[in-house]
T-cell receptor
Framework: ETGVTQTPRHLVMGMTNKKSLKCEQHLGHNAMYWYKQSAKKPLELMFVYSLEERVENNSVPSRFSPECPNSSHLFLHLHTLQPEDSALYLC????????????????FGAGSRLTVL | QKEVEQNSGPLSVPEGAIASLNCTYS??????FFWYRQYSGKSPELIMFIYSNGDKEDGRFTAQLNKASQYVSLLIRDSQPSDSATYLCAVRHTGTASKLTFGTGTRLQVTL
């Protein structure tokens, strides 16, 4: 148990479905992230909520929609996905400080394995 | 495009040997460098980080950073079968948010 909990661990959905992935962190961190991990590809940063600002990767399709109601919870809403969206979706959190360089270590959840049929 | 390059492997080393994992990066403004270990079917877990040139040791692990040559490496001494995993190199760029760029990872196999 890393202190970052993701649900569901496995999800199978059709292309017309709407589903959501949930992430909760119990570490008191102030930043949360969604990463996508596909076979043979590097981890891809999708969205960041950090110090009350949202940063997103412009290459992420609009069929992925994040929501961060507070610093402990993060959602990824999914709708009309494509088979190529099948991947492991990892949530992570960290403690960020303004203007501070150095290490801000990510703690990952166990991931949600998504299969789009 | 800020890139992080790793040899995908597999890198095979006998038990007890030193495993050497290498990573190069393209962004000279990179500040911090991380090594994560990921077992099959599991999420990445941090092994260590480094942000100053030179070596940093933690138990059997040593991270080496050379900013002039833009590479970072991880040495694993006395390799054990339990070290068999994929090792991800990650680089943090300037800015307040922890925007890490990951490499594809190197798969390490420690053989008996």
């Amino acid at each position: 148990e890393t202190g970052v909990t993701q649900t569901p661990r496995h999800l199978v959905m059709g292309m017309t479905n709407k589903k959501s992935l949930k992430c909760e962190q119990h570490l008191g961190h102030n930043a949360m992230y969604w990463y996508k991990q596909s076979a043979k590809k590097p981890l891809e940063l999708m969205f960041v909520y950090s110090l009350e600002e949202r940063v997103e990767n412009n290459s992420v399709p609009s069929r992925f929609s994040p929501e961060c109601p507070n610093s402990s919870h993060l959602f990824l809403h999914l709708h009309t996905l494509q088979p190529e969206d099948s991947a492991l979706y990892l949530c992570a959190s960290s403690q960020e400080s303004r203007g501070r360089s150095g290490a801000n270590v990510l703690t990952f959840g166990a991931g949600s394995r998504l299969t789009v049929l | 495009q800020k890139e992080v390059e790793q040899n995908s492997g597999p890198l095979s080393v006998p038990e007890g040997a030193i495993a050497s994992l290498n990573c190069t990066y393209s962004d000279r403004g990179s500040q911090s460098f991380f090594w994560y270990r990921q077992y099959s079917g599991k999420s990445p877990e941090l092994i260590m980080f480094i942000y100053s040139n030179g070596d940093k040791e933690d138990g059997r692990f040593t991270a080496q950073l050379n900013k002039a040559s833009q590479y970072v490496s991880l040495l694993i001494r006395d390799s054990q079968p339990s070290d068999s995993a994929t090792y991800l190199c990650a680089v943090r760029h300037t800015g307040t948010a922890s925007k890490l760029t990951f490499g594809t990872g190197t798969r390490l196999q420690v053989t008996l």
